[in-house]
């Protein structure tokens, strides 16, 4: 009776697969959260970006987040949706 040959691995499964790590990263990334700081003035709010060196302007508190979130998405090319804002100061 004809034996089939069997395969045989050099080495374990295990030990082929190297452990990956994410490189760490210094610039904005996609999901990335933004820490901002936002001011009363007369006009409207002024809100800082120091990540980016950016600033944005908004008429009203409750359309701070989104000035943000936009000045972030078009400095950085990161889509809007994946931006996420934290208030870290609020002068006013």
């Given at each position: ?25 210094n610039?904005p990334t996609v ?5 901002i ?6 006009d ?13 302007h908004?008429r009203?508190?409750?359309t ?14 990161i889509?809007i ?8 100061s609020e002068?006013?």
């Amino acid at each position: 009776m004809p034996t089939q040959p069997t395969l045989r691995r050099a080495q374990s499964l295990r030990s082929t697969r190297r452990q990956r790590i994410a490189p760490r990263v210094n610039f904005p990334t996609v999901g990335q959260s933004f820490d901002i700081e936002i001011s009363r003035e007369i006009d409207g709010w002024t809100i800082r970006i120091p990540e980016i060196g950016g600033v944005a302007h908004a008429r009203r508190r409750s359309t701070v987040e989104l000035a943000a979130r936009e000045c972030i998405a078009n400095t950085t090319g990161i889509p809007i949706g994946y931006v996420a804002i934290f208030v870290t100061s609020e002068i006013g």
